[in-house]
C-alpha cells in the first residue's frame, strides 16, 4: 500500500506491560490515507483509555487526501476534534486532568511530516543512520536545552516522565512538526515511552536494520516485556519503497516547501 513513486510495509503492536492491569494506548495504521499515529493516554483507568482512543477514532476518518497540504488539513482538523472530546469529557468528570501524547506520522508522494505532542515519540533509519526525529515534550528536557543539567543527570532525574504537553490538556492541541523528502529504504518507529523506559536508540536500530516491520514490533515488544515493561508498551514500523515500475521514481525528490 503506498502513494505515489513509494509503497508501505507496516507492522504494529501494543501491549499492557507486566505491572499495569490495563492498556492506555491505541495506535492507526492507515497507509491507504499516508497516516500513522501512536497515542499514550493518560488520566487512569477509562480516562486515559478514553483520550488515546478518542484520537485515534477521529483520526481514522481521514480518507484519502489530495495534496499534502490537505492531508495536513484534514489531520489537524481532526486532531482539534478529537481535543475538543477531551476536554467535553474532562469537565464532565469534574475537571479531572485527561489527555493523551501524540505522534503521528503523515506521508504524501515524496514527502513527509511528523506531529507530536508530549513524550511519545518517531525515529528514522535512513542509509543505515537512526535518529531522534522527535523532541520530548518533558520537564527534563527542557531542563537539558537551557543547560542546567547533563545527560548523566537526566537519566537519574526525579520528575524523569513529568510532560509538558499532551492531547486534551490546553486550550487546543498544542503541537510540534518537521518534515522532509522521502527516500526509498526510509523506515520509521513510532513509539510510546513504555518502549524508550527499556530500550535503547542502539538497540532499535539493531533490531529495524535486521527484521520486516512486523517482526521488528514484536521483537521490541517482547524485549521490553523481558525487562519488566512498566507502562503499556506501543510501537509502529513503517518502511518505505520504491513503487516498482514506476516512471515517477526516476524524479527528483520534491522540496517539502512545496508541500507540507
Not at 478518542?54 to 489537524?76: C, H, K, N, T
Not at 526525579?158 to 486550550?171: D, E, H, L, W, Y
Not at 522521502?182 to 529495524?208: I, K, P, R, Y
Request: aromatic share 6%; hydrophobic share 35%.
Amino acid at each position: 500500500m503506498g502513494t505515489g513513486q513509494f509503497t508501505y510495509e507496516t507492522g504494529a503492536g501494543s501491549d499492557t506491560g507486566v505491572v499495569r492491569d490495563h492498556n492506555e494506548d491505541s495506535y492507526l495504521s492507515k497507509p491507504e490515507s499516508g497516516v500513522w499515529v501512536v497515542a499514550d493516554g493518560m488520566g487512569g483507568h477509562e480516562a486515559g483509555d478514553f483520550a488515546s482512543q478518542a484520537i485515534v477514532e477521529r483520526i481514522s476518518s481521514i480518507g484519502r487526501p489530495a495534496s499534502a497540504p490537505d492531508l495536513q488539513a484534514r489531520f489537524m482538523e481532526r486532531l482539534t476534534r478529537a481535543h475538543d472530546v477531551i476536554v467535553e469529557q474532562s469537565q464532565a468528570l469534574g475537571g479531572a486532568t485527561i489527555g493523551a501524547t501524540l505522534v503521528a506520522l503523515l506521508m504524501h508522494e515524496d514527502l513527509f511530516a511528523c506531529v507530536w505532542s508530549g513524550d511519545s515519540r518517531i525515529y528514522m533509519m535512513r542509509d543505515g543512520q537512526f535518529r531522534q526525529v522527535t523532541t520530548d515534550h518533558t520537564e527534563v528536557q527542557e531542563l537539558l536545552n537551557s543547560g542546567a543539567i547533563t545527560e548523566e543527570q537526566a537519566e537519574h532525574w526525579p520528575r524523569k516522565n513529568v510532560i509538558t504537553r499532551a492531547i486534551g490538556v490546553s486550550s487546543k492541541p498544542n503541537t510540534d512538526e518537521t518534515f522532509g523528502s522521502l527516500q526509498a529504504g526510509d523506515v520509521f518507529l513510532l513509539c510510546s515511552d513504555g518502549l524508550t523506559e527499556h530500550v535503547e536508540d542502539h538497540e532499535m536500530a539493531s533490531v529495524l536494520a535486521s527484521h520486516e516491520p512486523q517482526a521488528a514490533c514484536d521483537a521490541l515488544i517482547q524485549t521490553t516485556l523481558s525487562r519488566g515493561a512498566r507502562d503499556n508498551v506501543t510501537v509502529v514500523v513503517v518502511r518505505c519503497s520504491a513503487r516498482q515500475h514506476d516512471p515517477a521514481a526516476a524524479r527528483e525528490p520534491l522540496d517539502w516547501t512545496q508541500g507540507f
